[in-house]
Nanobody, 129 residues
Framework: QVQLVESGGGLVQAGGSLRLSCTASGSAPDDFVMGWFRQAPGKEREGVGC?????????HYSDSVKGRFTISRDNAKKVVYLEMNKLKPDDTAMYYC?????????????????????WGQGTQVTVSS
């Protein structure tokens, strides 16, 4: 069992940057793909990107954030980061991290929520124009 806590959200102007953190407690998530998702009011939860298990450590991003967002992980601290640059008002949403359901999976496509479990409570990101 793992518990995930997101932090680092806030209010930022368009063009600005934020770094979100997802801190795990309990089991170490080293062998799992970790995903970042977001959900804006009235919209479905969508995948932002994912990072492969520690031994592979590659990331994949949705088209809407590719080139602006970067996912990384610090295994010693059991933290997964989402670095967000060149933020746009359309990036405004609650951001969540989650662990893929099965160990030794892969991250080759935009993450789908039903493939993930152990969701954090989310952190709000608001981008003003």
């Amino acid at each position: 069992q793992v518990q995930l806590v997101e932090s680092g959200g806030g209010l930022v102007q368009a063009g600005g940057s934020l770094r979100l953190s997802c801190t795990a407690s309990g089991s170490a998530p080293d062998d799992f793909v970790m995903g970042w998702f977001r959900q804006a009011p009235g919209k479905e939860r969508e995948g932002v990107g994912c990072i492969s298990r520690s031994q592979i450590n590659t990331a994949h991003y949705s088209d809407s954030v590719k080139g602006r967002f970067t996912i990384s992980r610090d295994n010693a601290k059991k933290v997964v980061y989402l670095e967000m640059n060149k933020l746009k008002p359309d990036d405004t949403a609650m951001y969540y991290c989650a662990q893929q359901r099965w160990a030794y999976g892969d991250c080759q496509d935009t993450p789908q929520p039903d493939e993930y479990q152990f969701w954090g409570q989310g952190t709000q990101v608001t981008v003003s124009s």
